[in-house]
């Protein structure tokens, strides 16, 4: 467990820090199908955005330009969500894809 | 100022010169008196506080962890079955280091279903993680609500109080009770700092994250550290309590009598002021007898009990629940406490006072008596006021 805090480190109540989680837990592992972006169709509705329970579509300038494949656990929500089938969720395989 | 109320109205009083942010708590016997003076005092403006009335205890200390977390300043009352509902969230509470504080009208845990005083509610919640105080009298049932919330609040301790108060005995009886005036109770507990709130939205954090078996221990290490850092604020908030109110409390427990004792009783809660006239009986006829009452149980000071008791040649401990299946909890304290000692009293753990069975004087007295008999510390139970 080299490189992990010791415990009068950690803060009170293991209370998290804004942000910081997000580089100790890729957990885009956890994932079974992977949400791919077809730009053509999209009308930046920004619904994905808003409904993606891990903060997964990445946003720039106000725009949707992909996915954090690091956090998203291909729970769909952005698929079921987009009115214009412009996310497609496709198998990951053999756990290859798995990791971004 | 001195009047004249029960150990609810007390205890009442003593949160509404807190004026927490928020009061959630849901009613139960003989706990109810202390939310229902508190929603009346709302419902007047006396005091600003948000009451969350509550469909259940788990809700109410859920919604005391959530506000809590928010940042406020958070109070809550239970009882019996109720903090057995809380526990699942007390032990959330302590974990999260929250100085949630909690007065505990203490009530015997069903079945059979019974709303009177015993102490197993306290011991069910004994190694949650919550500093645990017992009163007395309402007198210290008042005192110790708002020294607790010092105790809590303090940045090496941040966990939650528990003032225990013997249901009915103490939460239904009139007793003289001086009261401080509202500015100093608001001086002594001051503005509440609130650590990483929820609510402070240009800092946003997240409470209550999951630990993998790489940190759950350290986080666990470091909430007992809140615990080992409990005695030394206790007595510091304690110094500066006795100096506003010009009422003495010094130490983790009160020791009547103790000094030059040869048999002690060791004694929770209101039974301890029985033993008292039991002490002051037999010190009349001449026997040294003497009394320690603990008021902080949890973190149990064990060296301070251990020191106070060294030199008696026999000690009764009573327990007010059983811990089923091994001697009572408080004796298992004190026993581990004397230990270390090269010299040791003698041992004796008495059960009493369940489902608010009374304690009398003379039963006491008898126990004192029956002290000198025993020859040697046995894993054995003793009763008081059983019928066999």
């Known amino acids: 467990m080299a490189g992990l805090k010791g415990w009068r480190e950690l803060p009170l109540g293991g209370v998290v820090t804004g942000g910081t989680a997000k580089e100790l837990q890729k957990t885009g592992g956890w994932r079974a199908e992977r949400p791919i972006w077809h730009e053509e169709k999209c009308i930046q509705c920004l619904q994905c955005w808003l ?11 106000g725009k949707v330009v992909g996915f954090d494949y690091e956090h998203c656990k291909g729970c769909g929500v952005c698929a079921a969500i987009c009115p214009k089938d412009a996310i497609e969720m496709v198998p990951e395989r053999g756990g290859e894809c798995a990791r971004p | ?32 008196e202390i939310a229902e003076y508190y929603a009346e005092y709302v419902h007047n403006g006396l005091v600003r506080t948000e009451l969350v009335p509550v469909e259940s205890e788990h809700s109410a200390l859920s919604a005391c962890v959530g506000a809590a977390a928010a940042g406020g300043r958070v109070m809550t009352a239970t009882s019996s079955q109720g903090l057995a509902l809380m526990v699942e969230v007390l032990y959330i509470a302590a974990g999260l280091r929250l100085p949630i504080v909690m007065a505990l009208a203490n009530r015997s845990l069903s079945a059979p279903i019974n709303i009177h005083c015993d102490h197993s509610d306290a011991y069910l919640a004994r190694d949650s993680g919550a500093v645990q105080i017992f009163a007395e009298n309402a007198q210290e049932a008042y005192d110790y609500t708002i020294m607790a919330q010092r105790i809590a609040e303090d940045m090496r301790v941040r966990l939650p109080v528990i003032v225990n108060l013997d249901g009915f005995t103490l939460t239904h009886t009139v007793q003289p009770v001086d009261l401080l005036e509202d500015e100093v109770v608001k001086k002594f507990v001051g503005e509440f700092k609130p650590y990483s709130p929820l609510l402070d939205v240009d800092h946003p954090v997240t409470w209550g994250p999951f630990a993998m078996p790489d940190y759950y221990f350290e986080l666990k290490r470091a909430q007992q550290a809140g615990m080992e850092a409990a005695p030394g604020v206790f007595l510091s908030v304690q110094r500066e309590f006795s100096q506003i109110s010009g009422r ?26 029985t033993a008292k006239v039991a ?12 009394l320690l009452k603990p008021w902080l149980w949890r973190p149990f000071p064990a060296k301070e009990v251990g020191e106070a008791l060294a030199h008696v040649k026999a000690v009764a401990v009573l ?62 139970l003793r009763y008081i006021g059983l019928r066999e």
């Open chain 2, 279 to 290: 002490v002051d009986e037999l010190r009349a006829r001449g026997m040294k007898v003497g």
């Open chain 2, 248 to 273: 003495r409390y010094l130490g983790f427990f009160e020791a009547y009598r103790l000094e030059d004792a040869e048999y002690a009783l060791v004694v929770l809660g209101s039974t301890a002021g």
């Open chain 1, 51 to 61: 409904h993606c329970p891990d903060d997964s579509v990445l946003i720039k300038g």
């Open chain 2, 1 to 32: 100022m001195r009047k004249a109320i029960t150990g609810h109205k007390a205890v009442a009083e003593a949160m509404r010169q807190i004026e927490p942010d928020v009061v959630a708590v849901y009613p139960i016997t003989p706990q109810s």
């Open chain 2, 319 to 380: 327990d007010r629940a059983f811990s089923f299946g091994t001697m009572g909890a408080l004796f298992a304290d004190v026993a581990s406490a004397l230990y270390p000692l090269e010299k040791r009293p003698i041992l004796a753990n008495y059960i009493y006072g369940l489902g608010g069975r009374d304690t009398t004087v003379p039963e006491l007295v008898h126990v004192f008596e029956e002290l000198p008999k025993i020859k040697k510390t046995e894993w054995a």
